[in-house]
């Protein structure tokens, strides 16, 4: 079945460091990939999204790139802000169900 | 800007009580479902619906129930809470052809607590 495993947190940096969160994916079909936000005491939000291999995602500053050969969809930024502490979901969806999957999140925090 | 409303924010209830949690967007979408979100174990499936008065259920749907008896309209009922029924409840809704290219819009999250 399809599945999303993301590294585990917490990831801890100081302001201004590079990100890389990993995230891997097993699925049948042409999935989309996305990755979701969540800041403190709120709901999930739409960060970046990718529909097809090769593509790239980005938004204020993340990026991620669809890599069908390594089945990944890693996001990076090349400099975080404290702004940017928060949990962070990799999801996957397939045509064939419609629903989303999600990764077990990631927590970043950055420190100033 | 889709707008997915869930009525509560925090909810606290005692263990044997009857739990309605209730959705609602605005958007028109058929797609609706409720997750459940748990540190460590992400965001999983309870239930979701593909229009009105239809109903699958997801990877954890025991102790659970849905109604969904108006398009706009998505609730989630605990038949009798339970203390491992304490976390994070995010309802989210998309449309039958948006799900590929937009994921899905969630609300804000009901954290409820059964004690």
């Known amino acids: 079945g399809n599945s999303v495993t993301q590294m585990e947190g917490p990831v801890t940096l100081s302001e201004e460091a590079f990100l890389t969160i990993n995230c891997t994916y097993t699925a049948t079909g042409y999935p989309s990939l996305f990755w979701y936000v969540q800041y403190p005491g709120e709901g999930l939000q739409l960060l970046l999204k990718?529909?097809?291999?090769?593509d790239k995602g980005s938004n204020k500053g993340f990026e991620a790139t669809y890599r069908k050969e390594t089945t990944s969809f890693h996001l990076e930024k090349g400099s975080v802000q404290v702004s940017d502490s928060a949990v962070y979901f990799c999801?996957?969806?397939?045509?064939?169900?419609?629903?989303?999957?999600f990764g077990q999140g990631t927590t970043l925090q950055v420190k100033p | 800007d889709v707008k997915v409303t869930q009525s509560s924010r925090y909810l606290v209830k005692r263990t044997g009580e009857k739990v309605f949690l209730e959705c609602v967007q605005d958007m028109d979408h058929e797609n609706m479902f409720w997750y459940r979100q748990d540190p460590g174990l992400g965001l999983r499936l309870i239930y979701f619906?593909?229009?009105?008065?239809?109903?699958e259920k997801g990877d954890i749907p025991e102790g659970y129930s849905v109604s969904r008896e108006k398009k706009e309209r998505f609730s989630l009922i605990l038949e009798s809470a339970s203390t491992n029924q304490t976390s994070m409840y995010l309802c989210?809704?998309?449309?039958?052809?948006?799900?590929?290219?937009?994921?899905?819009?969630f609300g804000q999250g009901t954290r409820l607590t059964v004690v």
């Open positions: 990718a529909t097809k291999a090769d």
């Open positions: 999801a996957l969806s397939s045509s064939n169900t419609g629903k989303l999957i």
């Open positions: 989210a809704s998309n449309s039958g052809t948006g799900i590929q290219l937009n994921g899905a819009f």
């Open positions: 619906s593909y229009d009105v008065k239809m109903k």
